[in-house]
C-alpha cells in the first residue's frame, strides 16, 4: 500500500485514526454526501428499517460521529409514536377505552417513556460538530454525547436495548475487544446491529467500485478537505476489513445470538445483527 498503515504499531493506528477522524471533522457530513454520492444515506435508512425501534427504547451509538444514526433514530422513533397517536384518536371515536390503551405498547403509568440516544465517540471534534448540529436545529431533546473508545466503553453493564456502530468497527484496533464491550452494556433481550463496508460480490461492480475508491476517494479528499491522505487511510481500511462471512462469524463467537448479514448495494456495504440472550 502507498500509506503503510498495517505496519504500524497498535497504538500508533489509534492516534492515526484519531488525527484523520480531526482534520476532517468539520468537513465529515459534506464529504460523507460527496464520496457515496448520497447513498450513505440509504444505508443508514436501512439501518433503521431493520432496527424498527420502539418508543422508549434506549439507544448507544458507537463511534457515532456528528450523530447521524442517533438523529434518525429519535426521528423513526417520533415517528412511529404520531402513527400510534393517530391511530388512538381514530379509534377513540369507535372504541372502548380499554380498547385505546391496549394498542399502545411500551408506555408506563403516565404514558410513553421518552427515547434516548447516546452517542459515543472517541474523538471529542467529531460530537462537537454533531452536538452543533443538534443545537442549531433544535434536536438535542433525548440526546447525549459522550467521549468513549469502543474498546472500552465508559457505561455499566446491561444499559441499552439496541448498539449500533455505523462505518466505524473498521477504525477500531481489537474488533473483538468492541464486540465484548457491545455484548456486555446491552441488556439481555437487546440487539446489535453494525453497518461497514465489506466485500462487494459482484464481479463487475467489484472492478467498478475498486477503480472509483482506489482513484477518486483521494482526490475528492484532497478537493473537499485538503486532506489526500485521510482518504486513502480511508480506502485502505475498508480493504483490510473481515469479509461477510468472517465478521458474522466474529459475532457469533463473541456470544451473539442469531447473528446474520444482509448485503447492500451489491455488498460494498454490510449490515450485520445479532441478538443478547
Ligand atoms: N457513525 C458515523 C456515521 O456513520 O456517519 C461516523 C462514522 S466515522 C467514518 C468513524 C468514527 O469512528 C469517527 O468519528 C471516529 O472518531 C470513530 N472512532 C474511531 N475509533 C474509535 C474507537 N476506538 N472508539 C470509538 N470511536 C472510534
Request: aromatic share 10%.
Given at each position: 500500500?502507498?500509506?503503510?498503515?498495517?505496519?504500524?504499531?497498535?497504538?500508533?493506528?489509534?492516534k492515526?485514526?484519531?488525527?484523520?477522524?480531526?482534520?476532517?471533522?468539520?468537513?465529515?457530513?459534506?464529504?460523507?454526501?460527496?464520496?457515496?454520492?448520497?447513498?450513505?444515506?440509504?444505508?443508514?435508512?436501512?439501518?433503521?428499517?431493520?432496527?424498527?425501534?420502539?418508543?422508549g427504547?434506549?439507544?448507544?451509538d458507537?463511534?457515532g460521529?456528528?450523530?447521524?444514526?442517533?438523529?434518525?433514530?429519535?426521528?423513526?422513533?417520533?415517528?412511529?409514536?404520531?402513527?400510534?397517536?393517530?391511530?388512538?384518536?381514530?379509534?377513540?371515536?369507535?372504541?372502548?377505552?380499554?380498547?385505546?390503551?391496549?394498542?399502545?405498547?411500551?408506555?408506563?403509568?403516565?404514558?410513553?417513556?421518552?427515547?434516548?440516544a447516546?452517542?459515543?465517540?472517541?474523538?471529542k471534534?467529531?460530537l462537537?460538530?454533531?452536538?452543533?448540529?443538534?443545537?442549531?436545529?433544535?434536536?438535542?431533546?433525548?440526546?447525549?454525547?459522550?467521549?468513549?473508545?469502543?474498546?472500552?466503553?465508559?457505561?455499566?453493564?446491561?444499559?441499552?436495548?439496541?448498539?449500533?456502530i455505523?462505518?466505524?468497527?473498521?477504525?477500531?484496533?481489537?474488533?473483538?475487544?468492541?464486540?465484548?464491550?457491545?455484548?456486555?452494556?446491552?441488556?439481555?433481550?437487546?440487539?446489535?446491529?453494525?453497518?461497514?463496508?465489506?466485500?462487494?460480490?459482484?464481479?463487475?461492480?467489484?472492478?467498478?467500485?475498486?477503480?472509483?475508491?482506489?482513484?477518486?476517494?483521494?482526490?475528492?479528499?484532497?478537493?473537499i478537505?485538503?486532506?489526500?491522505?485521510?482518504?486513502?487511510?480511508?480506502?485502505?481500511?475498508?480493504?483490510?476489513?473481515?469479509?461477510?462471512?468472517?465478521?458474522?462469524?466474529?459475532?457469533?463467537?463473541?456470544?451473539?445470538y442469531?447473528?446474520?448479514?444482509?448485503?447492500?448495494?451489491?455488498?460494498v456495504?454490510?449490515?450485520?445483527?445479532?441478538?443478547?440472550?
Amino acid at each position: 500500500t502507498h500509506f503503510g498503515f498495517e505496519t504500524v504499531p497498535e497504538e500508533e493506528k489509534a492516534k492515526r485514526v484519531y488525527k484523520v477522524f480531526e482534520n476532517v471533522a468539520q468537513k465529515y457530513d459534506v464529504m460523507n454526501d460527496a464520496m457515496s454520492l448520497g447513498v450513505h444515506r440509504l444505508w443508514k435508512d436501512a439501518l433503521l428499517h431493520a432496527m424498527h425501534p420502539q418508543p422508549g427504547a434506549r439507544l448507544l451509538d458507537v463511534a457515532g460521529g456528528t450523530g447521524d444514526i442517533a438523529f434518525r433514530f429519535l426521528e423513526y422513533v417520533r415517528s412511529q409514536q404520531q402513527r400510534r397517536e393517530r391511530r388512538v384518536a381514530r379509534s377513540m371515536q369507535t372504541q372502548s377505552w380499554q380498547d385505546i390503551s391496549s394498542s399502545y405498547g411500551t408506555e408506563g403509568e403516565d404514558g410513553p417513556r421518552e427515547s434516548r440516544a447516546v452517542v459515543c465517540d472517541i474523538n471529542k471534534e467529531m460530537l462537537k460538530v454533531g452536538k452543533q448540529k443538534a443545537d442549531s436545529t433544535g434536536t438535542s431533546a433525548g440526546l447525549s454525547w459522550v467521549v468513549g473508545d469502543a474498546e472500552e466503553l465508559p457505561f455499566d453493564d446491561e444499559q441499552f436495548d439496541i448498539y449500533t456502530i455505523a462505518f466505524g468497527i473498521r477504525n477500531v484496533t481489537h474488533i473483538d475487544q468492541a464486540l465484548q464491550e457491545a455484548l456486555r452494556v446491552l441488556k439481555p433481550g437487546g440487539r446489535f446491529l453494525c453497518l461497514e463496508f465489506s466485500k462487494v460480490t459482484n464481479p463487475v461492480l467489484a472492478k467498478l467500485y475498486d477503480a472509483y475508491s482506489f482513484q477518486m476517494i483521494p482526490v475528492l479528499g484532497e478537493v473537499i478537505a485538503g486532506d489526500w491522505k485521510s482518504y486513502q487511510y480511508l480506502v485502505e481500511s475498508i480493504r483490510r476489513f473481515p469479509d461477510q462471512e468472517e465478521f458474522k462469524r466474529m459475532i457469533e463467537d463473541t456470544g451473539f445470538y442469531c447473528a446474520q448479514f444482509h448485503n447492500l448495494t451489491g455488498g460494498v456495504v454490510a449490515l450485520h445483527s445479532g441478538f443478547k440472550l
